[in-house]
C-alpha cells in the first residue's frame, strides 16, 4: 500500500535479505523447509557455544552432536536452496538474541554444565516435534527430506536425554 512504512508506491515490500541483493514487487513467502533450517543453524550454534564453555568429557558429545547438525543442515539447506531458485535469506535477529540470552542467563548459573544440557535438551526436543509436525503437514519431497533427518536428530534426543538423567543425580 503507497505510503506504507516499509512499502513502495506500488505496496511492495522490499526485502534486502534475499541473496544477490534482490527486491520483490510481491511479498515473498519463505521457501519451505526454511524455518527449520533456521532452527536447526541456531541450536547448532547454541551446541557449538556450549561445546567451548562446558566441561571435557561433555564436550565430546557436544562436539559429535554439531557434527550431526552440520549433516542435518547441509542437506536441508540443498532442498531449501533447490526449491526457493537461489533466493534464501539469512538468518534473523531473534535466533542471534535468543542464543545470547541464554549465554547471558547460564553466566549466572553455578552449575553451567547441567544448565547448559538443559536448555540444549529443551530447545532439541522443540525441533524434533517441529520436524515431526512439518513432516505431517509438508509436500511429499520436503517430508521425504525431513524424514531422512529423523534418525539424526533422534540420536541427539537419545544423548541429551542420558546427559539430562545422568546429571540430574
Known amino acids: 500500500m503507497p505510503g506504507q512504512a516499509g512499502g513502495n508506491e506500488h505496496g511492495a515490500v522490499n526485502r534486502p535479505f534475499l541473496q544477490r541483493g534482490l527486491t520483490a514487487p510481491w511479498p515473498v513467502a ?21 561445546a567451548a564453555v562446558c566441561e571435557p568429557g561433555l564436550r565430546v558429545v557436544l562436539d559429535e552432536n554439531v557434527q550431526t547438525f552440520d549433516l542435518l543442515i547441509a542437506d536441508l539447506q540443498d532442498h531449501v536452496v533447490a526449491s526457493a531458485n537461489g533466493l534464501v535469506g539469512r538468518g534473523g535477529w531473534r535466533g542471534a538474541a535468543r542464543r545470547q540470552a541464554v549465554e547471558w542467563i547460564l553466566r ?6 547441567d544448565a547448559w544440557i538443559r536448555v540444549l535438551a529443551h530447545r532439541e526436543a522443540a525441533l524434533l516435534h517441529a520436524f515431526e509436525r512439518e513432516i505431517a503437514r509438508a509436500p511429499a519431497d520436503l517430508a521425504r527430506v525431513l524424514r531422512r533427518q529423523l534418525p539424526r536428530l533422534y540420536a541427539i534426543h537419545s544423548d541429551m536425554d542420558t546427559l539430562a538423567g545422568t546429571e540430574r543425580h
Open 30 to 50: 519463505p521457501p519451505a523447509g526454511s524455518n527449520l533450517l533456521g532452527r536447526s543453524v541456531g541450536l547448532r550454534r547454541l551446541y557449538q557455544r556450549a
Open 108 to 113: 549466572a548459573v553455578t552449575r553451567q554444565n
